[in-house]
């Protein structure tokens, strides 16, 4: 969805998550376009008296949540995706704000993971609440597709799974995001809806982001491939354990995130044809991954 940009006056916007990539980007974009931004600390998330008392000093008329469960493990997922959105919701409601804008994610289409069910468990709450709400599902972020550039620069092989085209995606930068973010306050087109973003296309596979950071480089391609069989059979050998232990359910967690990372494209699903799809991917945004990965490799 390319959406009518709307220009309005500056609002009073209450932003959790900004100590995050895309949190910071979302507060920077805000503050430069003169917006009275208050950002509600990781600490009165887990205080609903102390957010009670933000939101009552800030008295904000939106707000965005770009909190997420940092490691997506079960429990980590139920309390931050879930509860602490939860209460920030309450306190939304309480001091009589107008939009909720969720930064949420394109995976929750195919929920088959714990933080993917947290999600969609508050999405539903936020939709059922009664405030006006948007939620935006990104694709893949660049940072989360630059972990193999040291080893391209220092001469290894570029990993794969099967043949590096099991998925695709159009991933979309942090600033880019932040600009779809602050376009959706107070804009009707953005108004009740939950909207799929990627950047600007077109889809690429593991292997085309593998030759794109090799042509970077200035370095002929190389890949080594792995089978996605290998997160498979390391939960098998965790799960076992997992009704006992934390730590072997984490694990095994681990295991199925990394599985479907590996298979799954971060892509709109056609609800037809049960299938991604990249033309009913929206594209937003000028930032291209190539041209995070030059910058990248000249900063490392």
């Known amino acids: ?40 600390s990781r600490a009165a998330l887990g205080d609903p008296a102390l ?59 195919k929920p088959l993971l714990a933080f ?23 694709t893949a972020f660049f940072k989360s597709l630059s972990g193999q550039v040291k080893r391209v620069k220092s001469g290894k092989p570029f990993l794969i799974f099967g043949d590096g085209n099991l998925t695709r995606c159009k991933p979309i930068s942090d600033r880019d995001l932040a600009g779809f ?32 950071l090799f042509a970077a480089a200035g370095r002929q391609a190389r890949f080594r491939s792995v089978s996605p069989a290998i997160f498979t059979w390391a939960e098998r050998a965790l799960q076992p354990g997992a009704g006992v232990s934390d730590w072997f359910a984490q694990k095994a967690e681990y295991a199925r995130i990394a599985r479907y990372y590996a298979t799954e494209s971060m892509l709109v699903l056609d609800p037809v044809s049960g299938h991604y799809c990249t033309d009913l991917t929206p594209e937003y945004g000028v930032d291209t991954l190539a041209a995070h990965y030059r910058e990248l490799l000249l900063a490392s």
């Open 51 to 109: 957010l009670a008392a933000t939101m009552a000093d800030a008295r904000p008329e939106v707000v965005i949540s770009c909190i997420a469960s940092r490691s997506g493990a079960p429990k980590d997922a139920q309390l931050v995706d879930f509860q602490a959105n939860i209460v920030l919701l309450d306190a939304a409601q309480t001091v009589g704000a107008a939009q909720f804008i969720l930064l949420s994610a394109i995976c929750v289409q």
């Open 181 to 212: 973010i602050s376009e959706a306050i107070g804009n009707p087109e953005a108004a009740n809806r939950i909207l799929p973003i990627g950047g600007p296309g077109p889809a690429i596979s593991l292997r085309e982001q593998g030759e794109m």
């Open 116 to 138: 993917q069910r947290a999600k969609l468990a508050f999405e539903a709450r936020l939709v059922a609440s009664g405030i006006g709400y948007t939620i935006i599902r990104p």
């Open 1 to 40: 969805m390319a959406m009518i940009k709307v220009v309005s006056a500056p609002r009073r916007i209450l932003l959790a998550g900004a100590s995050g990539t895309i949190g910071s980007a979302v507060a920077a974009r805000l503050n430069a376009e003169g917006h009275a931004v208050t950002c509600a």
